[in-house]
């Protein structure tokens, strides 16, 4: 869809650069400090940018797929041969020691000679093990590692499409906040000039004081909308701010350092129901992570199954002792050493019964969140798609308004000065432009807003998995 690659060339950018083969540039990112704030106007394609790199959800996520690798590592450090070494010194009481006293014989005449090994003893060695055989184990951890790295990156990519869509999302409101802040001192200017006109032709006479009076509750009523619309600016400036990781300095109210260049124009959207349903249930990396999280769940049955079955390693090492038959410290043996050693729970208190039983409940469990998850995403894209048809006819239904009630209003003035108008005509020709030009901003940003929710609802601005060294789209 040509409306969201941008946003896809970012999100793909990112991904790539957080992949499992960009370790060192996640690790720095780790040391955040104060953000800098843009020196310009920022565009859309400028806020995605700065989110996906400042935006506090998606460094946690960072941080998430760090802790997965972590556990990747661990999950397949069974299969790696592991190099074991080991040192002992000892010093045993004296009385304790036992000391052997050989027979008596003619050959030593002196007497029996007794064989004292001392009372200090030490050992060293350093052995190579291996893991060769735990009922189907081994295999399925390599397997889990590579899902587990899998799942972490379809999660990252859902962090980034929520990230996108919040900040189109609060983009969006700015420029509504900023577009009714002029629609209400547009219109509060056209009543000053109302009042001011009525002003005159009462000091001369024309007209009666009520006409002025009107005039003056009609402007005054009209003012709280611009203290409004500037409220809700300030508030919609922060929440911008915030998704995009800056902190907005103390002594800041009105003045926050947030300029924005863009407008609420949006392309629209030509996708059927059925359409955007398989975009869904096929681009959603929620979809992705709950399908990796079932096969976890597999390998976990066959991890818990393999306690039923023996467990076999190998060894090969060297090591050196102290001679058992001297007193000598120094006096040691060594030499090198190899075999095979095999374990086997014949009963272990119905344990792996238990866990086996626990993994199958745990995998029948997902398959009940994945369909679940999937009946969710359908519903979400039909309401978005609602919401987005809505937009849609109210924004159409809006093209020709404003001019018209611009129109309106000129005419209603000519008639009043004319004298065949009254002020009522002017005062509701002026509240239906009011009404008009705030109607018409509010379905620009309402149908943007829509249009990007759809795009999130359909997986349009999840970025694709890519492999290490991929150019960027």
Same mark, same amino acid.
């Given at each position: 869809?040509?409306?969201?690659?941008?946003?896809?060339?970012?999100?793909?950018?990112?991904?790539?650069?957080?992949?499992?083969?960009?370790?060192?540039?996640?690790?720095?990112?780790?040391?955040?400090?104060?953000?800098?704030?843009?020196?310009?106007?920022?565009?859309?394609?400028?806020?995605?940018?700065?989110?996906?790199?400042?935006?506090?959800?998606?460094?946690?996520?960072?941080?998430?797929?760090?802790?997965?690798?972590?556990?990747?590592?661990?999950?397949?450090?069974?299969?790696?041969?592991?190099?074991?070494?080991?040192?002992?010194?000892?010093?045993?009481?004296?009385?304790?020691?036992?000391?052997?006293?050989?027979?008596?014989?003619?050959?030593?005449?002196?007497?029996?000679?007794?064989?004292?090994?001392?009372?200090?003893?030490?050992?060293?060695?350093?052995?190579?093990?291996?893991?060769?055989?735990?009922?189907?184990?081994?295999?399925?951890?390599?397997?889990?590692?590579?899902?587990?790295?899998?799942?972490?990156?379809?999660?990252?990519?859902?962090?980034?499409?929520?990230?996108?869509?919040?900040?189109? *999302?609060?983009?969006? $409101? /700015? =420029?509504? %906040? +900023?577009? #009714?802040?002029?629609? !209400?001192?547009?219109? @509060?200017?056209?009543?000053?000039?109302?009042?001011?006109?009525?002003?005159?032709?009462?000091?001369?006479?024309? *007209?009666?004081?009520? $006409? /002025? =009076?009107? %005039? +003056?509750? #009609?402007?005054?009523? !009209?003012?709280?909308? @611009?203290?409004?619309?500037?409220?809700?600016?300030?508030?919609?400036?922060?929440?911008?701010?915030?998704?995009?990781?800056?902190?907005?300095?103390?002594?800041?109210?009105?003045?926050?350092?947030?300029?924005?260049?863009?407008?609420?124009?949006?392309?629209?959207?030509?996708?059927?129901?059925?359409?955007?349903?398989?975009?869904?249930?096929?681009?959603?990396?929620?979809?992705?992570?709950?399908?990796?999280?079932?096969?976890?769940?597999?390998?976990?049955?066959?991890?818990?199954?393999?306690?039923?079955?023996?467990?076999?390693?190998?060894?090969?090492?060297?090591?050196?002792?102290?001679?058992?038959?001297?007193?000598?410290?120094?006096?040691?043996?060594?030499?090198?050493?190899?075999?095979?050693?095999?374990?086997?729970?014949?009963?272990?208190?119905?344990?792996?019964?238990?866990?086996?039983?626990?993994?199958?409940?745990?995998?029948?469990?997902?398959?009940?969140?994945?369909?679940?998850?999937?009946?969710?995403?359908?519903?979400?894209?039909?309401?978005?798609?609602?919401?987005?048809?809505?937009?849609?006819?109210?924004?159409?239904?809006?093209?020709?308004?404003?001019?018209?009630?611009?129109?309106?209003?000129?005419?209603?003035?000519?008639?009043?000065?004319?004298?065949?108008?009254?002020?009522?005509?002017?005062?509701?020709?002026?509240?239906?432009?009011?009404?008009?030009?705030?109607?018409?901003?509010?379905?620009?940003?309402?149908?943007?807003?829509?249009?990007?929710?759809?795009?999130?609802?359909?997986?349009?601005?999840?970025?694709?998995?890519?492999?290490?060294?991929?150019?960027?789209?």
């Amino acid at each position: 869809m040509k409306s969201c690659s941008l946003f896809l060339r970012v999100c793909g950018v990112l991904t790539l650069a957080l992949g499992w083969g960009a370790r060192p540039a996640l690790a720095a990112d780790t040391a955040s400090g104060p953000w800098p704030w843009p020196d310009r106007p920022l565009a859309l394609a400028d806020c995605l940018d700065i989110a996906l790199q400042q935006n506090a959800a998606v460094r946690k996520s960072r941080q998430d797929i760090e802790a997965a690798h972590g556990l990747s590592l661990q999950t397949r450090a069974i299969v790696i041969p592991k190099v074991q070494a080991s040192g002992e010194y000892g010093i045993t009481e004296d009385r304790a020691v036992e000391r052997l006293e050989l027979p008596p014989n003619p050959i030593f005449p002196a007497g029996a000679p007794v064989i004292d090994p001392g009372n200090e003893r030490w050992s060293a060695g350093v052995r190579l093990v291996q893991t060769l055989f735990e009922g189907g184990r081994l295999t399925s951890a390599l397997r889990t590692a590579r899902l587990l790295r899998d799942q972490a990156l379809a999660q990252h990519r859902a962090v980034l499409a929520d990230v996108v869509t919040e900040v189109r *999302v609060a983009f969006y $409101n /700015v =420029l509504l %906040a +900023e577009q #009714e802040i002029r629609v !209400a001192e547009a219109a @509060v200017e056209l009543l000053q000039k109302e009042l001011e006109d009525n002003q005159r032709r009462f000091n001369a006479g024309t *007209v009666p004081r009520f $006409n /002025v =009076l009107r %005039a +003056e509750v #009609e402007l005054a009523n !009209a003012r709280p909308r @611009v203290s409004r619309a500037r409220n809700a600016h300030r508030i919609a400036k922060n929440q911008l701010a915030h998704l995009l990781g800056f902190r907005v300095p103390g002594d800041l109210w009105d003045d926050i350092p947030l300029r924005l260049n863009g407008t609420l124009e949006a392309p629209r959207l030509t996708l059927g129901v059925p359409e955007a349903l398989a975009q869904a249930l096929a681009r959603r990396p929620e979809l992705e992570a709950v399908r990796l999280a079932a096969q976890l769940r597999r390998e976990g049955v066959q991890s818990a199954r393999a306690g039923y079955l023996p467990r076999l390693q190998g060894y090969v090492g060297y090591g050196a002792r102290k001679s058992m038959f001297s007193r000598e410290l120094e006096d040691g043996v060594h030499g090198w050493e190899a075999g095979v050693q095999a374990t086997w729970n014949v009963f272990d208190g119905a344990l792996t019964r238990g866990k086996v039983a626990e993994a199958r409940a745990l995998l029948e469990k997902t398959a009940i969140e994945a369909d679940d998850l999937a009946r969710q995403i359908e519903l979400e894209v039909r309401v978005a798609y609602s919401t987005l048809t809505e937009a849609w006819e109210v924004l159409e239904s809006q093209k020709k308004v404003v001019e018209q009630a611009e129109e309106a209003l000129r005419l209603a003035r000519a008639r009043a000065d004319a004298g065949t108008g009254t002020q009522l005509d002017v005062l509701s020709a002026q509240t239906a432009l009011t009404e008009a030009r705030t109607t018409d901003v509010r379905a620009r940003r309402d149908y943007a807003v829509a249009v990007a929710r759809l795009e999130r609802a359909i997986g349009a601005v999840s970025p694709e998995p890519e492999p290490p060294g991929a150019p960027a789209r």
